[in-house]
């Protein structure tokens, strides 16, 4: 089947480390979202991208950056982690060639803990 | 993006109907109202969605008042895998932002 992938599933870093969460996705669409989920709440987005170069941040990108590497591939970096970025990270996906923009596909997760 | 409201949580007999209200009094003519659920920390998944006129599909039905200002979603026969948070997320045609509540912790009990 199709589908959304994300690697590590889990990872535990200290402050100030750099770490990258991958995202790779088999369904050709061509939108890609990154979310993060604290305990107890919504998701809040963190990036956005239409296509391989267009890029944009959501409601709660400072301390994180991210690339397009290629139309399957979205990765969401930490420059230097900080404890309050512990969450649940999601990679989602949508194809606007449907026209039904916001049915978006999410991948498993990653669960993210800086000490 | 409209604002929602929707209760914190809920309980539902297996085999029973489970119907989740969510309530969006400022909902805009061109938004839609979108449902999702989440089970136990696992990504979201889409269920269904609706502009003014109800819908059904193979998981849910989602009934839409007339003046747009709340709705159910339907789980017609509700099993154990149906616990999860459901989301109710109101969003414009064109927008590509889902924006996540609390959303309705439902549970399904035996």
């Known amino acids: 089947d199709a589908d959304v992938t994300q690697t590590p599933r889990n990872r535990i870093t200290k402050t100030g480390k750099r770490i990258m969460l991958e995202c790779s996705q088999t369904k050709g669409h061509d939108r890609m979202y990154w979310y993060r989920q604290d305990p107890g709440l919504g998701l809040q987005l963190i990036y956005y991208?239409?296509?391989?170069?267009?890029?944009n941040k959501g409601e709660i990108s400072d301390g994180y950056s991210v690339s397009r590497q290629a139309q399957a591939k979205f990765s969401l970096s930490l420059e230097s982690a900080i404890p309050n970025q512990t969450a649940l990270y999601f990679c989602a996906t949508s194809d606007s060639r449907t026209g039904r923009y916001n049915e978006q596909f999410f991948g498993p997760g990653t669960r993210l803990t800086v000490l | 993006d409209a604002k929602t409201t929707q209760p914190t949580s809920m309980d539902c007999a297996e085999g029973r109907a489970a119907n989740l209200p969510c309530n969006h009094s400022t909902i805009s003519g061109n938004e839609y109202v979108y449902w999702y659920r989440q089970i136990h920390s696992q990504g979201p998944q889409y269920i269904i969605h609706?502009?003014?006129n109800n819908e059904t599909n193979e998981m849910a039905s989602l009934i839409i008042t007339e003046d747009r200002k709340s709705s159910t979603l339907i789980l017609p026969h509700a099993t154990l895998r149906d616990t999860a948070v459901y989301y109710c997320i109101v969003t414009g045609a064109g927008s590509y932002q889902l924006t996540f509540g609390k959303g309705t912790k439902l549970s399904v009990i035996p």
């Open positions: 609706g502009l003014k």
């Open positions: 991208s239409f296509d391989v170069k267009d890029i």
